[in-house]
């Protein structure tokens, strides 16, 4: 297998630590100082691979993207049921586990940052195409085999991904009435009232 070349590694390295700089800070107190610092390099090579603070941050955006897609890949390529690839892919995305904390709070600053910027409502709206559909072809497959009940596969999907990240965002935020087992209690009666057959 080819070896990724020292920029490829470089940007991933760079990348990761505008992530964890927005996870901790958020966007408007990242400055690229920091990330270079975090990253430990220096703030000339950060600009060498991005023109500005807005490129890194759209560019940060859409690497936390990928790699949620990257740690749910088991998931997403195993065999099961669509009832189980579905129950495992929700459950790996509640606010459990440093990675997937970090990531939601990337996403929340995301989503702030996005009322006011036409760009990031676009790498929202491509990101979250693409989730609803993964979230979309597992119910589809489902239908299909009959686990699931009939109805719009995408229309399904969203009501799922809506009610997760409604919770989720609870829980990152402390709710007392919004533990990881409560999220997983809703999360499951919500495939099993609203999918399963």
Same mark, same amino acid.
Request: with cysteine.
């Given at each position: 297998? /080819?070896?990724?070349?020292?920029?490829?590694?470089?940007? +991933?390295?760079?990348?990761?630590?505008? =992530?964890?700089?927005? *996870? +901790?800070?958020?966007?408007? +107190?990242?400055?690229? *100082?920091?990330?270079?610092? @975090? /990253?430990?390099?220096?703030?000339?090579?950060?600009?060498?691979?991005? &023109?500005?603070?807005?490129?890194?941050?759209?560019?940060?955006? *859409?690497?936390?993207?990928?790699?949620?897609?990257?740690?749910?890949?088991?998931?997403?390529?195993?065999?099961?049921? /669509?009832?189980?690839?579905?129950? %495992? %892919?929700?459950?790996?995305?509640?606010?459990?586990? &440093?990675?997937?904390?970090?990531?939601?709070?990337?996403?929340?600053?995301?989503? /702030? @940052?996005?009322?006011?910027?036409?760009?990031?409502?676009?790498?929202?709206?491509?990101?979250?195409?693409?989730?609803?559909?993964?979230?979309? @072809?597992?119910? !589809?497959?489902?239908?299909?085999?009959?686990?699931?009940? &009939?109805?719009?596969? %995408?229309?399904? !999907?969203?009501?799922?991904?809506?009610?997760?990240?409604?919770? =989720?965002?609870?829980?990152?935020?402390?709710?007392?009435?919004?533990?990881? &087992?409560?999220?997983? %209690?809703? =999360?499951? +009666?919500?495939?099993?009232?609203?999918?399963?057959?």
């Amino acid at each position: 297998m /080819a070896r990724p070349s020292v920029e490829e590694e470089r940007k +991933e390295q760079i990348l990761a630590s505008a =992530c964890r700089i927005i *996870a +901790e800070r958020g966007i408007t +107190e990242m400055r690229v *100082a920091d990330v270079a610092r @975090d /990253a430990g390099l220096s703030a000339g090579i950060i600009h060498y691979y991005f &023109d500005s603070k807005r490129e890194l941050i759209k560019a940060a955006f *859409a690497a936390n993207f990928s790699n949620s897609l990257e740690r749910r890949s088991g998931v997403l390529e195993g065999t099961g049921t /669509a009832r189980e690839k579905l129950s %495992l %892919l929700i459950d790996s995305y509640l606010p459990e586990g &440093d990675a997937t904390v970090r990531a939601w709070h990337v996403w929340v600053e995301l989503w /702030a @940052d996005a009322l006011q910027d036409a760009d990031l409502q676009a790498l929202n709206e491509q990101a979250y195409g693409e989730w609803r559909r993964i979230v979309g @072809d597992i119910i !589809a497959e489902g239908q299909g085999a009959g686990e699931f009940t &009939d109805g719009d596969s %995408l229309v399904l !999907a969203d009501i799922v991904v809506a009610t997760l990240d409604g919770i =989720c965002i609870q829980g990152l935020l402390g709710s007392s009435g919004m533990s990881m &087992d409560h999220m997983r %209690l809703v =999360c499951s +009666e919500l495939v099993d009232r609203l999918l399963v057959r």
